[in-house]
């Protein structure tokens, strides 16, 4: 008895492995499935922040940072791999995310941030790797003080998460550009709004500029193994400069 009991444990856990092979295989070899999957749930996540949920309650050491918990771990893997000396962040916010790239840049024991927000706000939190300037990311004032934070042969890296326009982060792209170093990364966030897939009445914004900028420039490519998690707030947002 128990070896015939056995034999049909054996044979049920070989049924179960081949349902689940099929099944896998339905979904994952249809990429339009899994592109309306992915889809799906890329607008009910982003979506639910109205209601106090999701990256509109998501929080770094009590602060928050207003982002997708999978882009943040793309962030410390992106820091770990290219161990940038200065990070240039347009858009503060908060300064939830400033504040984790701090805690990102103290476990790896390297790394500076200068942050641009055109809005001051006292509360935010204060780190000794955190350097906060006031203005718009693209007057020319608050640009300059940028560039004098970074010293000669430091390795720059630079996230824009500012004003979301087009024309906005057309200038962004075009100065800010300059600063990024070889081998490392200018990441465009945000870029899935106008449709993208959330926020169809957004209006021409960082996808469209990505996409212009990249028809000029080519200096950075799109690295979509950055996308890795499927869902990303910054499709095709992860630049990398190779030139």
């Not at 908060?94 to 706000?121: F, H, N, P, Q």
């Not at 998460?161 to 100065?175: A, G, Q, R």
């Not at 600063?179 to 469209?208: Q, R």
């Not at 000029?216 to 998690?229: A, L, P, S, V």
């Amino acid at each position: 008895m128990p070896t015939l009991m056995g034999g049909i444990v054996k044979e049920a856990k070989r049924g179960i492995r081949k349902v689940r092979k099929f099944l896998d295989q339905r979904t994952y070899s249809n990429p339009k499935l899994e592109k309306d999957i992915v889809t799906g749930f890329h607008r009910l996540y982003y979506d639910a922040a109205s209601l106090g949920k999701t990256w509109k309650n998501t929080r770094w050491l009590g602060v928050y940072t207003q982002k997708c918990p999978l882009d943040l771990w793309i962030y410390q893997e992106t820091l770990w791999d290219t161990r940038p000396d200065v990070i240039v962040e347009c858009g503060t916010a908060e300064g939830g995310t400033t504040l984790y790239l701090a805690s990102i840049c103290d476990l790896i024991g390297s790394g500076r941030i200068v942050s641009v927000d055109i809005d001051t706000k006292p509360k935010r939190p204060v780190h000794p790797r955190i350097t906060y300037l006031s203005g718009s990311s693209t007057a020319p004032d608050v640009f300059a003080a940028v560039k004098k934070q970074i010293a000669q042969n430091e390795k720059v890296m630079v996230i824009l998460d500012s004003d979301h326009s087009k024309k906005h982060v057309d200038e962004e792209l075009k100065i800010y550009s300059n600063l990024v170093s070889k081998d490392c990364y200018l990441i465009v966030e945000d870029s899935n709004v106008n449709g993208h897939p959330v926020l169809p009445d957004h209006g021409p914004g960082p996808m469209e500029a990505i996409d212009e900028f990249l028809r000029k420039d080519d200096r950075f490519i799109i690295d979509d193994g950055k996308e890795k998690f499927y869902m990303t707030f910054n499709p095709r947002g992860y630049l990398k400069r190779v030139k």
